[in-house]
């Protein structure tokens, strides 16, 4: 399937982007509603990927560059890779807990099959949840995930100050690679996505392209 998809670059906040010059955010938008359940074609190819992905190729995954880069940024900004697992090491360690790539939900799907490909992280927000530019950035002193001014704080939990989050014009919407803000992420509402992919030191910018490019094909799969 042919995908027309259009690739940006997020902004970085100059403070950030100093510290870690090779962090970028890639973002593509598409018209995708969350949908529950995976078509056949989709599902096929979740199996077929099990059958390729071996117990050898899962021990030896964090070795490969892309996992291992990401493994390297997870050290830097305090993360024990080992604790909290990079993308592609806690896909494999899925495979192998149930034998296989269980097919959950058209999106989770797709960033699956764009993880095992690639190794990539990519994340997915509710476009039309989202108000202006989207950043990557430092939380502020008290700040709480997913909250503006005049928002009611409950039901949030607070940031770590300094701590990288993916963030609209007015709030964070994301910790890098942790929670999502609720009400910013995919939901059953959603008909726009806007997927995030994350560069970091030692991953290529081809490989991030390629990672948002299968999200959206096999979103598009899913009519």
């Not at 995708?32 to 979740?46: E, I, K």
Request: charged content about 30%.
């Amino acid at each position: 399937m042919t995908v027309d998809l259009t690739v940006e670059r997020g902004v970085t906040d100059p403070e950030l982007a100093e510290e870690f010059p090779a962090l970028r955010l890639h973002l593509a938008r598409v018209e995708a509603a969350a949908r529950p359940r995976s078509p056949r074609s989709v599902r096929q190819r979740l199996r077929t990927m099990s059958d390729r992905y071996t117990g050898g190729k899962a021990v030896n995954l964090r070795q490969e560059p892309i996992p291992w880069a990401y493994r390297v940024f997870f050290r830097q900004i305090g993360i024990d890779p080992d604790d909290r697992r990079t993308p592609a090491e806690e896909v494999a360690l899925e495979r192998m807990k149930w034998g296989g790539f269980r097919s959950v939900s058209l999106l989770d799907d797709a960033l699956t099959i764009a993880i095992v490909e690639t190794g990539v992280a990519v994340l997915a927000l509710d476009t039309d949840r989202l108000e202006g530019d989207v950043r990557l950035r430092l939380s502020v002193s008290g700040e709480r995930l997913g909250v503006a001014t005049g928002d009611d704080p409950r039901g949030t939990r607070p940031l770590s100050s300094r701590q990288i989050v993916v963030a609209d014009a007015v709030r964070s919407v994301a910790v890098l690679f942790g929670d999502t803000s609720e009400g910013r992420g995919v939901n059953p509402e959603t008909e726009r996505m806007t997927l995030c992919g994350v560069q970091v030191k030692g991953v290529p910018e081809v490989s991030v392209e390629e990672a948002l490019w299968t999200v959206a094909t096999v979103l598009g799969e899913g009519g």
